[in-house]
């Protein structure tokens, strides 16, 4: 699979030209030529006879984008005077800041704010604990934590390589759900520790939202902490990929006229992110699933499995199938891929139902390659932004937190997941719906905020329910 010039590998090389000639438009067809793509070229005035060129340009990757500046350089009367990385020039000094909510423009203002005032609200809460929601940043603020070790497809790169992904996060809440969230990168991989310390924070958060903990770990860390905690706990590898699955497939089946509780359903992949489609799948209403791991199907029996896999096992496979993932996708309407690159080939989904639904994952190269996958089925999806229908998780978290902090609820349950996930596919409207079509942009503004009100007012029933 070729892959795109991407802005993720977007560089802009300052260059000086002779002011005669040629030169700058042989600069975009070298860099064309390359295989590169400019996306902005500026020309100032330079010193003796020379003009300033500052030509902007999306390479594929890292040695792509160093051999397109070897190809600006080997052009006659061009020399390279600097090269500026913008994905970098962008992370320089972090992505995100505190900011005061209050002015402070006297010695009043610091006296409420700071002390001596701020004792009186201190004491308040000190008798009524419960009153933070409502008095301090807790009503609004979301820690999002990682060990560092399931960073992107990064694999373990400990807490300062997920630090940038970490503050990106929280750009997004704030971007999308105006929530203030804050980046805790643990350097600990101790699940003991992990809890201890969460728990320990938590009083000064209103959420958590646990990421790029790798699995089986993130389980465990996961189970603990909602039972331990007062404040709601969101696995985003896992609930937030399950929610964007349940409302594209919901949309995908809309298109091929299916209904869940009919299809049957292949899926790669048994880790976090696995386990966590598969379990909202079933809590809304899919019956007949297949999970493939690395080691073949998985099934009642197989030796070797540990507590998830043997949950999946009793709720999945009810024929005992034991062969590959070959074998189960031959006949099956859906494929879910959240597992690695090229595991399937254009000739498994030709053996699908007919208008097969082809969920390819794996981030950035999908489990089997999208163009061949399209030529046998109806619905292609993947992580990826250069394809049509990307299953993104910033479709569903934002929205999910402000619900949860709005509710003011105290725990997730799979009903409020399971009313995301419809809000999200409702979104797209009916007439709006087709193959390329199933699940709507981040930027749509609907987005976080259906999501927002349906994962409340499941919030809010749920605690009705409980109150009975």
């Known amino acids: 699979?070729?892959?795109?010039?991407?802005?993720s590998y977007s560089i802009t090389v300052r260059l000086d030209v002779a002011e005669q000639g040629?030169?700058?438009s042989d600069i975009t067809r070298e860099v064309e030529h390359a295989g590169g793509v400019v996306t902005a070229l500026d020309v100032t005035p330079g010193h003796h006879g020379k003009l300033r060129v500052d030509v902007t340009c999306a390479a594929t990757d890292t040695t792509h984008a160093e051999s397109l500046v070897a190809a600006m350089a080997a052009i006659p009367g061009v020399s390279v005077h600097k090269v500026s990385d913008r994905t970098f020039l962008l992370h320089l000094g972090g992505k995100i800041e505190m900011r005061s909510k209050v002015p402070l423009r006297n010695r009043d203002d610091l006296s409420m704010a700071y002390t001596p005032g701020v004792a009186r609200?201190?004491?308040a809460l000190a008798a009524k604990p419960e009153?933070?929601?409502?008095?301090?940043v807790k009503r609004n603020t979301v820690a999002v934590v990682t060990d560092g070790s399931a960073v992107l497809g990064l694999g373990n790169v400990g807490p300062y390589a997920a630090l940038p992904v970490m503050e990106g996060k929280a750009a997004l809440f704030k971007r999308f759900a105006d929530i203030d969230a804050w980046p805790l990168c643990l350097d600990t991989q101790d699940i003991d520790e992990i809890v201890r310390t969460v728990a320990a924070i938590a009083p000064g958060f209103g959420g958590i939202n646990l990421e790029d903990i790798s699995a089986p770990r993130c389980f465990e860390v996961e189970r603990r902490l909602r039972e331990q905690l007062d404040i709601p706990v969101f696995h985003d590898d896992q609930h937030g990929t399950a929610i964007v699955v349940l409302a594209a497939l919901t949309n995908a089946l809309r298109v091929v006229g299916k209904d869940l509780a009919r299809v049957r359903i292949a899926m790669a992949?048994?880790?976090?992110?696995?386990?966590a489609v598969l379990k909202l799948l079933l809590a809304a209403g899919a019956t007949d699933v297949i999970a493939v791991d690395d080691q073949g199907a998985v099934y009642q029996g197989r030796p070797g499995m540990g507590d998830s896999l043997s949950?999946?096992?009793?709720?999945?496979?009810?024929?005992g199938y034991t062969g590959d993932l070959a074998g189960a996708v031959?006949?099956?309407d859906v494929f879910i891929g959240v597992s690695a690159p090229g595991v399937l080939a254009g000739e498994d989904v030709k053996t699908m139902n007919a208008d097969a639904i082809v969920f390819a994952l794996a981030n950035p190269d999908p489990e089997v390659d999208p163009d061949v996958a399209r030529e046998y089925a109806s619905v292609v999806a993947t992580g990826r932004s250069d394809y049509p229908n990307q299953i993104n998780n910033v479709l569903a978290f934002p929205g999910v937190f402000r619900g949860l902090l709005d509710a003011q609820a105290v725990k997730v349950t799979d009903e409020m997941l399971v009313a995301a996930a419809r809000a999200l596919a409702d979104v797209v409207a009916p007439e709006e719906l087709g193959p390329d079509y199933i699940i709507p942009s981040v930027f749509h503004p609907d987005v976080a905020s259906g999501v927002a009100a349906a994962v409340r007012n499941a919030a809010v029933a749920d605690e009705k329910i409980g109150k009975l």
């Open 269 to 275: 992949g048994a880790g976090a992110a696995g386990t």
């Open 22 to 24: 040629r030169a700058v």
């Open 330 to 332: 031959k006949g099956a």
């Open 1 to 7: 699979m070729t892959m795109a010039p991407s802005v």
């Open 121 to 123: 609200v201190s004491m």
């Open 131 to 136: 009153d933070a929601r409502r008095l301090t």
């Open 311 to 319: 949950w999946i096992a009793g709720h999945t496979n009810t024929a």
